[in-house]
């Protein structure tokens, strides 16, 4: 039996860690490069995070590349800049759409098992935070706890623990 001794705050990409796109009062991912910009003092909450003792893991969709709207090389830049500015650990991608997804596509929680087999983590004293119903089904499917972002376009979703900012995940670490 494999031991699961580490913990983890798992974060979702886009609308966490960087601004979305917001185009007629819908909110998109990011598409180019040099549209993908980081929350400021994201790399602080990340910083912070890390000194409790947590990884910091993003677990993200990005179905645009399977949908020929987002270039490998641009997430592969979007990613550098995750790792380079904010310094996290490790990020998990879905880059499949509904039709091809193999079980990692949030609302699925695929990702966070993926980064659990590599980094033995015990989901019981996990965090996810996230913007979307999605990361609130997959966080629950995996048993980790979820910390919903308050936005405007998730406030249809209801029996979930939300919070105002980023920074705010740190009270409950
Ligand atoms: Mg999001
Ligand atoms: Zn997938």
């Not at 659990?116 to 989901?123: H, L, R, W």
């Amino acid at each position: 039996m494999v031991m699961e001794t580490n913990k983890a705050v798992f974060f979702d990409r886009d609308g966490v860690l960087n601004h979305l796109i917001e185009r007629d009062s819908s909110f998109y991912s990011p598409q180019k490069f040099e549209d993908f910009k980081l929350i400021i003092g994201a790399n602080k909450v990340v910083e912070e995070v890390k000194r409790l003792g947590y990884l910091t893991i993003v677990v993200s969709n990005q179905p645009d590349i399977t949908r020929k709207k987002l270039k490998q090389s641009d997430l592969d830049q979007m990613t550098e800049l995750l790792f380079n500015e904010l310094r996290i650990d490790d990020a998990f991608y879905c880059t499949h759409d509904d039709h091809n997804d193999e079980g990692c596509r949030k609302p699925k929680p695929g990702l966070f098992h993926l980064a659990q087999s590599k980094y033995n983590i015990n989901f019981s004293n996990s965090i996810m935070v996230g913007d979307t119903w999605k990361d609130v089904e997959a966080a629950r499917s995996a048993g980790v706890r979820m910390l919903l972002l308050d936005r405007i376009y998730n406030q249809d979703v209801i029996d979930v623990e939300r919070i105002e900012e980023l920074q705010d995940i740190l009270t409950f670490l």
